[in-house]
């Protein structure tokens, strides 16, 4: 793994490491009954407690079932914990009942990343009742009080985008862009954040009238779909946009097909998130200006350190702290560092092991993969 990217606070690794060592005793694995049904595989349960996951959907990004689940398995078996993944798939109603289901099936720590604060935070309600630990992963849940939260600083992922926006632009000497925001779901507090960090880079730009503000909406779940019909609506009002920032590479890569049926990408720089292998094809194309790395593998190993933890029956500690800004609490928290790639930058993602170059360099994108230094 390239040294140095991304890289945990020196708190925050000492109590990864810690956890993890913690966790590393050798027992053996056994797959529980209900493996069948979720995709996971258990330890017995003399050794710890059992940890429950809810992964949110599979279509707002590929991310959930690529990389964060396949990191949290592979952790929780090196650790001997029990454990039990399963995906809401975007159903509320299933996301509650999943969470019904595990703390009836033993579940001792309950780790979850809502669909919308409301309904994380009567699952998380139930699960502080019945003694059971929780952790929000990779979104926070307002005024839910988990024990702890994992994610990304995501106000500089959204500053990171800003930014990314501003030199693309720059780049191409646009004077005064119509600026198109293409924002993620309004019930997603990473959202927010994201818009306030891209926002703040973005607004000075609108006040100094160097750039223009134009289209600005929100994307309701995600919903790739949808963002396509939002933008090509933006467009049709505004054909002149100069510049797109779209808060992930699923909604970058759905004004980029408008913007193809316009003869207009490569054109119009577009941002994105995730460092999917399609949002990477998309900048390697030059369809796409930039994208935020995240490193999920961290990510995951931060939470399932902290899950093993309160699993075996400890109290970990986390190297920082978070506002909760509906409760006011503070609540304990791990956060780590993305990073922005651009063309001469999507090697490291393929050095730092999160795509791979074969399935990343395919047919026409070969030849751009040697450009940009992919080996």
């Known amino acids: 793994m390239r040294k140095g990217i991304l890289s945990l606070t020196t708190a925050a690794a000492v109590m990864t490491l810690g956890l993890t060592a913690c966790g590393g005793d050798g027992a053996t694995t056994a797959a529980p009954s209900d493996a069948a049904s979720s995709g996971s595989a258990s330890a017995p349960a003399a050794v710890a407690g059992k940890v429950g996951v809810i992964l949110p959907d599979s279509k707002s990004s590929a991310r959930w079932e690529t990389a964060d689940r396949k990191y949290l398995e592979e952790a929780f078996k090196a650790a001997g914990v029990a454990y039990d993944i399963q995906n809401a ?13 595990m703390i009836t099936n033993g579940a001792t720590v309950l780790m979850i990343v809502n669909l919308d604060s409301g309904t994380g935070k009567a699952v998380l309600d139930k699960a502080k009742a019945q003694g059971v630990a929780t952790i929000d992963y990779d979104r926070l849940t307002l005024n839910g009080g988990a024990s702890y939260y994992v994610s990304f600083d995501n106000t500089k992922v959204g500053t990171l985008q800003g930014e990314g926006l501003v030199k693309c632009l ?51 779940d995600w919903d790739n779909a949808q963002a396509g019909t939002i933008f090509e609506q933006m467009l049709t009002e505004q054909p002149k946009i100069a510049g797109v920032l779209a808060a992930n590479d699923g909604l970058g890569n759905a004004a980029i097909a408008v913007l193809k049926k316009n003869s207009l990408n490569g054109k119009v720089p577009v941002t994105g998130q995730d460092a999917t292998v399609q949002g990477l094809q998309n900048i390697l194309a030059g369809d796409q200006c930039m994208t935020v790395y995240k490193a999920i593998k961290k990510e995951a190993d931060a939470a399932s350190a902290l899950a093993i933890g309160l699993a ?3 109290k970990p500690t986390a190297p920082a702290t978070v506002k909760d800004t509906e409760s006011g609490a503070d609540v304990p928290a791990v956060l780590l560092d993305p990073q922005p790639i651009f063309f001469d930058s999507v090697k490291d993602v393929v050095a730092d092991g999160f795509v791979t170059k074969d399935e990343l360099c395919t047919g026409e994108f070969a030849a751009k993969c040697t450009e940009a230094g992919i080996q």
Do not use: C, R
């Not at 798939?89 to 289901?101: C, R």
């Open 89 to 101: 798939q975007g159903d509320k109603t299933q996301f509650q009942t999943i969470a019904d289901q």
């Open 312 to 314: 075996k029956g400890e």
């Open 170 to 220: 720059t780049d191409k000497k646009a004077d005064k862009p119509i600026i198109a925001e293409l924002n993620g779901s309004p019930t997603d507090n990473n959202a927010t954040l994201f818009k306030n960090g891209y926002d703040g880079v973005l607004k000075p730009k609108y006040d100094s009238k160097e750039y223009v503000a134009g289209p600005d909406q929100s994307v309701p």
